[in-house]
């Protein structure tokens, strides 16, 4: 992992690098430039957004976590909302474990993720309840790379359902762009043993937008 650096490619209009380790007066510059794109991204919101903006981009900024490589917030062009997309590289669990555990998850239907720059991977819904609620009621995605030595997840953090069917292609088309390496050496995922995951291809999510 020495030496290897996580990139992506992302439109920065609507996809917003949240740093770690800001200090002042980095961190208040940071938020006035972040603030400021998410405001021309949230252009086409009904209501004003001149409290709730700035509360968005600084709450994401909060989230970010010491053990996050790369944390972006997308501001989607169809409804008001923000999501959060965090990747994290670590070292590698057993392999056959993650199989197994996988291969028994009842509750998140897994997929074989194809077509990203980083290898062969799998992707999951996992789901969470709303503050105050018992039910899970907030939807989001996980995507996991790894090989014998290292693991990334990726994960959309939970929203709600119908913010969720407008991004989650968004996030997959993120997530497939994703690199890890250093210079011109790029690190690969490797297929999990046994059979993980079906083959079917990925379900698209009905959008909730304005009508036409």
Avoid: C, K
Avoid at 37 to 42: E, F
Avoid at 44 to 67: F, I, N
Avoid at 122 to 147: C, N
């Amino acid at each position: 992992m020495s030496g290897m650096e996580l990139t992506a490619e992302a439109d920065p209009a609507r996809w917003i690098t949240v740093p770690a380790g800001l200090v002042e007066p980095q961190r208040t510059a940071w938020l006035d430039a972040a603030t400021a794109t998410a405001r021309v991204a949230s252009a086409h919101w009904d209501r004003p957004s001149d409290e709730l903006v700035p509360h968005m981009v600084a709450h994401a900024l909060e989230l970010r976590g010491p053990g996050d490589g790369l944390v972006l917030q997308y501001w989607p062009p169809v409804v008001p909302g923000a999501v959060l997309v965090r990747v994290e590289v670590s070292e590698a669990p057993d392999r056959g474990a993650v199989a197994s555990e996988l291969r028994a998850e009842q509750l998140s239907h897994v997929e074989q993720f194809t077509g990203a720059r980083l290898g062969p991977g799998y992707e999951w819904v996992h789901s969470a309840p709303l503050p105050g609620e018992a039910e899970d009621l907030l939807m989001g995605t996980q995507h996991l790379f790894l090989d014998e030595g290292l693991m990334v997840l990726a994960t959309l953090d939970a929203t709600i359902p119908e913010l969720f069917a407008v991004v989650v292609d968004e996030v997959r088309a993120f997530v497939r762009t994703l690199r890890l390496g250093s210079g011109e050496d790029e690190w690969h995922s490797i297929p999990l043993p046994g059979e993980v995951g079906t083959r079917a291809d990925l379900e698209t999510w009905p959008t909730f937008g304005p009508a036409a």
